[in-house]
């Protein structure tokens, strides 16, 4: 079904909760509504995607149309094999709902992702990551609607060119697709994905390492670290963590012993925490009227209030300079400002 809404107010709609709002939101929930709103001879000139809202920061008025999936199916496709089962979900599922559907039926790979806030359909953007998994270590194929083209089409995986915080959805299909559904293979045998030192602690202190426990574990750490978005307007990591030489990489540890540093995909780079760079900055719990660095996760900028979008995006250029000034690294900003 499709519906349509004018002139709407996108506070709810944001996990900044910044007041603008869109000309038009087109919610649907079959993928052959698709070949509907683009076909007619109405069709959205100018349109974006807007699932749960969680990584994207809107500094005036959207003059276009908000297409909203509202799909929330979640299926097994294929139960036939022994070790692993392909489940596909709607783009419009919560993704930690999706989560916690995979945990109820015994089946491994997605529990260090549990609570991340967003829809399953926001997942493969982005490649979503926590706690030393990707959304691209489950993800077995992606099912989108290319509106150039205006037909159905699926990606592999390896088509997708997953990276840290990146894939073709951010690339050459960027404003061209509607990614409509997902598949991920799942593992019917236990693997733990222990790796990243506080989750291990966190599990130990549950007992055995169970589905149950990580992702219990996963929840408590990311509710002790991350601010809940239903009270302070934030959008997860504003930042992503930046990939440097590895030689600049040595150059800043040599300086700074205790700097967390992490392989990069590519051997000649390093992983860098931007969380720390800015926290080293002096900006951890900082400021600004109703902005600021939050107090326990530096990597977070948080709405203290009724912040405009524009005031989100000064800050982020302050905390960018400060940390410029401080490490000589850029940071970029994860979150898609519109
Ligand atoms: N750190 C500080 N001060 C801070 C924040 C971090 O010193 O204010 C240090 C930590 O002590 C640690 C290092 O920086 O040594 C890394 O911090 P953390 O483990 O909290 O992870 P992160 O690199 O800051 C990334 C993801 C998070 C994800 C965590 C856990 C990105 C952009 N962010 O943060 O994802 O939850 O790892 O795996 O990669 C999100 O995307 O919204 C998000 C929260």
Same mark, same amino acid.
């Given at each position: 079904m499709i519906k349509i809404f004018t002139d709407h107010p996108l506070r709810d709609l944001n996990s900044f909760h910044v007041e603008e709002r869109a000309d038009q939101i087109i919610e649907f929930d079959r993928r052959e509504d698709l070949d509907e709103i683009f076909a007619e001879a109405d069709a959205p000139a100018k349109w974006y995607v807007l699932g749960g809202g969680n990584n994207i920061l809107f500094t005036r008025r959207y003059e276009g149309t908000l297409l909203h999936p509202a799909g929330q199916q979640i299926r097994i496709i294929d139960d036939c094999s022994e070790s692993s089962v392909l489940v596909e979900a709607e783009a419009g599922t919560d993704w930690d709902r999706f989560v916690e559907w995979c945990v109820e039926h015994e089946l491994w790979g997605a529990e260090n992702l549990s609570l991340i806030p967003g829809t399953v359909g926001a997942a493969p953007v982005q490649n979503i990551g926590a706690y030393g998994a990707e959304a691209k270590d489950v993800i077995h194929r992606v099912h989108y609607f290319d509106v150039e083209q205006r037909r159905h089409l699926t990606l592999l995986n390896a088509e997708c060119h997953f990276a840290y915080r990146d894939s073709i959805f951010k690339g050459e299909l960027r404003g061209r697709v509607v990614i409509t559904s997902v598949e991920f293979k799942l593992s019917r045998t236990p693997q733990p994905n222990l790796g990243? %030192?506080? !989750? &291990? *602690? /966190?599990? /130990?202190? *549950? %007992? /055995? +390492?169970?589905? *149950?426990?990580?992702?219990? $574990?996963?929840? +408590?750490?990311?509710?002790? &670290? !991350?601010?809940?978005? $239903?009270?302070? %307007?934030? +959008?997860?990591?504003?930042f992503k963590n930046p990939i440097v030489d590895k030689a600049i990489a040595e150059q800043l540890k040599a300086a700074n012993e205790n700097m967390p540093l992490y392989p990069a995909a590519d051997p000649t780079k390093s992983k860098l925490a931007a969380g720390w760079l800015i926290d080293q900055a002096g900006l951890k719990g900082y400021r600004s009227g109703c902005v600021g660095v939050h107090d326990r996760q530096a990597l977070v900028l948080v709405n203290h209030g009724s912040a405009t979008g524009k005031e989100v995006v000064a800050l982020a250029e302050y905390v960018q300079q400060r940390v410029l000034e401080k490490f000589g690294i850029g940071i970029e900003a994860e979150v898609n400002i519109l």
């Open positions: 990243y %030192g506080d !989750l &291990k *602690r /966190e599990v /130990e202190s *549950r %007992g /055995e +390492a169970t589905l *149950r426990n990580i992702r219990d $574990a996963v929840c +408590a750490i990311r509710r002790s &670290k !991350l601010p809940n978005t $239903a009270v302070q %307007g934030n +959008a997860g990591s504003f």
